[in-house]
């Protein structure tokens, strides 16, 4: 089993409706950066649009892609990913958030091109990994990926449901992953290919970690059913566990993650988080400079964990690649 680290970079508290979006937490990339160098982890870096504009972003970046230190990959927010259009939820950063699988083909087709372009031009590689925004993911998105010459998406949130999420006023909202694998897998059709390696989310609690179906029928019915709230408040809190440092995470739920992840036999396990979460009050997850001081010391604890385990890292691309051989 390998360790994927993925940072969703992007501007600054992307819940600032109807605002210019301002990329100041990009500053606080070079501390982790060390961090990831000092325990040999790669991680790769999904940038949005408004990262690839900003001048320190191509600077630090193109640095790390010359010394073979990180990955650069799409993060694709249609709400700042041109062309956009006048007219609710279309707008830049306007007060609707849609999902990718929202917007019709054309213009999805459209932000994809333009994004890849901005990557291009602004760190002198093609993307070939992908996250959609709110993870906003579905085939043909997965179609459109591999004809542009992406290798892999991590889109994909096993055991989660956003379809109750409001994205565009009065439209789908987004996609349902209830019944997704935590396996890789692989879109194939007549002119290339996609990897899909999911975001690692995994019940851990017997009997959620047992069996495919009871899971699936929990986290489909436990908002709208009292007994099954019931369980959750005594039993099941914060199932299913994100390899993701929420503040309320500690080592020992990661070590639950990994030891999940070993007996299915996963081939990669995937972290993420946002670029914001480095920053104090970019974020609402790390509001205080002593909450960001925890993440640092929970991924410093995290890390030692991987080295102890022996479980090396590998970026979406190199992960990918492997998986095809």
Same mark, same amino acid.
């Given at each position: 089993?390998?360790?994927?680290?993925?940072?969703?970079?992007?501007?600054?508290?992307?819940?600032?409706?109807?605002?210019? *979006?301002?990329?100041?937490?990009?500053?606080?990339?070079?501390?982790?950066?060390?961090?990831?160098?000092?325990?040999?982890?790669?991680?790769?870096?999904?940038?949005?649009? !408004?990262?690839? +504009? +900003? @001048?320190?972003?191509?600077?630090?970046?193109?640095?790390?892609?010359?010394?073979?230190?990180?990955?650069?990959?799409?993060?694709?927010?249609?709400? #700042?990913?041109?062309?956009?259009?006048?007219?609710?939820?279309?707008?830049?950063?306007?007060? !609707?958030?849609?999902?990718?699988?929202?917007?019709?083909?054309?213009?999805? #087709?459209?932000? *994809?091109?333009? *994004?890849?372009?901005?990557? !291009?031009?602004?760190?002198?590689?093609?993307?070939?990994?992908?996250?959609?925004?709110?993870?906003?993911?579905?085939?043909?998105?997965?179609?459109?990926?591999?004809?542009?010459?992406?290798?892999? +998406?991590?889109?994909?949130?096993?055991?989660?449901?956003?379809?109750?999420?409001?994205?565009?006023?009065?439209?789908?909202?987004?996609?349902?992953?209830?019944?997704?694998?935590?396996?890789?897998?692989?879109?194939?059709? @007549?002119?290339?290919?996609?990897?899909?390696?999911?975001?690692?989310?995994?019940?851990?609690?017997?009997?959620?970690?047992?069996?495919?179906?009871? @899971?699936?029928?929990?986290?489909?019915?436990?908002?709208?059913?009292?007994?099954?709230?019931?369980?959750?408040?005594?039993?099941?809190?914060?199932?299913?566990?994100?390899?993701?440092?929420?503040?309320?995470?500690?080592?020992?739920?990661?070590?639950?993650?990994?030891?999940?992840?070993?007996?299915?036999?996963?081939?990669?396990?995937?972290?993420?988080?946002?670029?914001?979460?480095?920053?104090?009050?970019?974020?609402?997850?790390?509001? #205080?400079?002593?909450?960001?001081?925890?993440?640092?010391?929970?991924? !410093?604890?995290?890390?030692?964990?991987?080295?102890?385990?022996?479980?090396?890292?590998?970026?979406?691309?190199?992960?990918?690649?492997?998986?095809?051989?």
């Amino acid at each position: 089993m390998e360790f994927i680290l993925t940072i969703d970079t992007e501007g600054d508290n992307q819940w600032a409706f109807g605002k210019k *979006l301002t990329v100041e937490n990009i500053k606080f990339i070079p501390r982790f950066q060390q961090l990831c160098n000092k325990y040999f982890i790669k991680p790769t870096y999904l940038v949005t649009s !408004e990262v690839c +504009d +900003d @001048a320190f972003a191509k600077e630090i970046f193109t640095d790390y892609l010359h010394a073979d230190i990180a990955e650069i990959g799409s993060h694709l927010h249609s709400w #700042t990913t041109p062309p956009f259009q006048d007219r609710n939820g279309y707008r830049y950063n306007d007060f !609707e958030h849609p999902f990718a699988t929202e917007l019709s083909n054309d213009l999805l #087709t459209e932000k *994809l091109k333009y *994004l890849t372009n901005q990557i !291009e031009d602004s760190f002198g590689i093609h993307p070939q990994s992908f996250r959609s925004g709110r993870y906003g993911f579905n085939g043909y998105l997965a179609r459109i990926l591999a004809e542009n010459s992406y290798l892999v +998406d991590s889109s994909v949130t096993p055991y989660m449901n956003w379809s109750g999420c409001q994205g565009i006023k009065g439209g789908e909202g987004g996609p349902d992953f209830l019944d997704s694998t935590p396996l890789p897998y692989e879109y194939k059709y @007549a002119h290339g290919s996609l990897i899909e390696i999911p975001v690692t989310i995994l019940p851990t609690k017997f009997p959620l970690n047992r069996n495919k179906k009871i @899971a699936v029928h929990y986290f489909r019915n436990v908002n709208s059913s009292i007994p099954l709230r019931i369980f959750r408040k005594l039993l099941f809190q914060n199932q299913p566990l994100w390899l993701r440092p929420y503040p309320w995470m500690n080592i020992n739920m990661f070590d639950n993650i990994l030891g999940e992840a070993q007996k299915m036999q996963l081939p990669y396990v995937v972290m993420m988080f946002h670029s914001s979460e480095l920053m104090p009050g970019c974020s609402i997850y790390r509001t #205080t400079k002593n909450e960001v001081e925890n993440l640092y010391n929970l991924l !410093e604890r995290f890390f030692i964990l991987l080295h102890e385990k022996k479980i090396a890292s590998v970026t979406l691309i190199e992960a990918a690649k492997s998986y095809k051989l």
